[in-house]
């Protein structure tokens, strides 16, 4: 079946250590979303890839970059983790317009010792 | 400014019971309305969409939601309850980019 898969589910990581998550799709689509999602709250967008076209909102930390070396996989790299970086880290994809609902990945949660 | 309101922040209804959550978004354009479920430690599995056309959308597991664009709303209905539907609703907004804005979500709680 087309999906996204994200890989490990469970990453734990120390302090200060650079970390990459990675997501990859089968969908084919367009574009690659990295939400961040921390305890009780709603996902929070933050970046995506319109193909190769990097996209970063205003409020991402510069700690928090992304590579997208072709169309099936994306990775989050964070270069120092603090302990307000643990949270479930989502990766999703969709193609533009009326016909693009996202479709999200499994997760992956991140715990920063 | 785009946003998403969904005032509930915990729901319980009985198996069984009929279920309406709500969501009232901002959005400068006309709008493409999602509805995600999150069940613990997952990703998010899209329940329904609207993106034009018939205000009344059916979804999977039983979901329908309801576009009212004079009162801002897209309100996610099911008749009848399963234990399974136990899980966190999201309600969703997006224009052409489809970069999704949440709401904070609402927590349901089944009770047998």
């Known amino acids: 079946d087309a999906m996204v898969i994200q890989n490990p589910r469970y990453q734990v990581t120390q302090f200060g250590k650079p970390v990459t998550l990675s997501c990859s799709q089968t969908?084919?689509?367009?574009?690659m979303y990295w939400y961040q999602q921390k305890s009780s709250q709603a996902p929070k967008l933050l970046f995506h890839y319109y193909d190769k076209d990097f996209n970063n909102e205003a409020d991402t930390p510069d700690n928090f970059q992304s590579r997208r070396p072709n169309t099936s996989f994306c990775f989050l790299d964070i270069r120092s983790p603090g302990l307000g970086d643990a949270a479930m880290y989502l990766c999703?994809?969709?193609?533009?317009?009326?016909?693009?609902?996202?479709?999200f990945g499994q997760g992956t949660r991140l715990t920063v010792v | 400014a785009q946003s998403v309101t969904q005032p509930d922040i915990h729901i319980t209804v009985s198996e069984g019971a009929s279920l309406e959550l709500r969501c009232n978004y901002s959005y400068g354009a006309t709008p493409y309305l999602f509805w995600y479920v999150q069940s613990p430690g997952q990703g998010l599995q899209l329940l329904l969409k609207?993106?034009?056309?018939?205000?009344l959308v059916q979804g999977i597991k039983g979901f329908e939601a309801e576009f009212k664009r004079s009162q801002s709303s897209f309100n996610l209905r099911k008749p009848s309850v399963h234990w399974s539907d136990a899980a966190e609703y999201f309600c969703?907004?997006?224009?052409?980019?489809?970069?999704?804005?949440f709401g904070t979500g609402t927590l349901l709680a089944v009770q047998p």
């Open positions: 969703a907004v997006s224009g052409a980019t489809n970069k999704l804005i």
């Open positions: 969908l084919n689509h367009n574009v």
């Open positions: 609207y993106f034009s056309g018939d205000t």
């Open positions: 999703a994809t969709s193609n533009p317009g009326r016909t693009g609902s996202a479709f």
